[in-house]
């Protein structure tokens, strides 16, 4: 009796996802289990493939590329190439000017989000359910829609008429009003105990001290998530800094790329080290943040 309950709790707590060591007995839950597991491996493929292809053959030569058949690894592997473009181009400022537009957007998302999220969420004026539900339907327009408007008045500031071209604050004020971000951080501040909001009012505390002093501290997790997310979404923007920055001083990586793709001057080879340098910052963020980056859209959905 003893050797078969020993048998039986070796097995008990084995698993495979979803599914028991029991489960995995049945010949129909193996089909499942392996069709899953093949098509998950087919989407990593396609996800991983296409940058380590970049990458392999940003040291190729142009006719290495042109070969037919394809030749998949180069000839020679030498970096020579990647410090010539680094240095032509000054990859290095465009890096800096980057981490300007990601640090102050960051800050923006953080203050003007975040307090939007906590006037919804805690403040709860009148009205805020319906302000809640208009944030959420912005949500399904699509983004060019208020592209024009949004430029135009970055070209012309409303009662100042200030001029916010080759400056970074368009982009800095775009990151402040997001509707996503607002919504996270509303559902995030909805898990927060009202006691803790509570007891500070009946100690004194102003709005705007339990903002800063309670329910900041206590939204780390959130505000990484925003931190993560803004970050990958300012190195990828194009559109609104080529039309914001003329000036070369001050643009962004990704401008620094489609500079490269117009004439003659830099060749097909030359042009794949400047994309790698442009994956290669997203790719170790992704690295370290994989973590933060999966559990984001979850995150303060379900309350404590």
Partial sequence: MK?????????????????????????????????????MVTVALVCVLPPLYILISSFKTTRELMQIPIQIFPEEWSIDKFVKIWNNLD?????LNTFKIIIGSILFSILSNGLAGYVISC??????????????????LPSTLSFVASFQNMVDMPITHWNLTNTYWPMWFSSGANAFQILLYKNFFDSIPRALVEAATLDGAGKAK??????LPLSVPIISVD???????CWGDFMFPYLILTD???????????????????SIDEQLVGIVFSIVPPI?????????IMGGLTLGGVKE
């Fill in 210 to 215: 339990i903002f800063t002093k309670i329910i």
């Fill in 284 to 292: 170790i963020l992704f690295f370290f943040l994989q973590k933060y």
């Fill in 248 to 266: 070369n001083k001050k643009k962004t990586v990704m401008l620094a790329i489609y500079n490269m793709s117009i004439g003659q001057k830099y």
């Fill in 227 to 233: 931190a993560i997310f803004t970050m990958t979404g």
């Fill in 91 to 95: 990859f290095g400022t465009y890096y």
């Fill in 3 to 39: 050797i078969e309950t020993k048998g039986k709790s070796r097995f008990a707590g084995k698993t495979t996802g979803v599914l028991s060591f029991v489960d995995m007995k049945k010949p129909g839950n193996k089909v499942i289990y392996w069709a899953m597991f093949v098509l």
């Fill in 123 to 140: 403040l709860k004026p009148r009205g805020s359910a319906l302000y809640a539900t208009l944030i959420l339907w912005t949500m399904l």
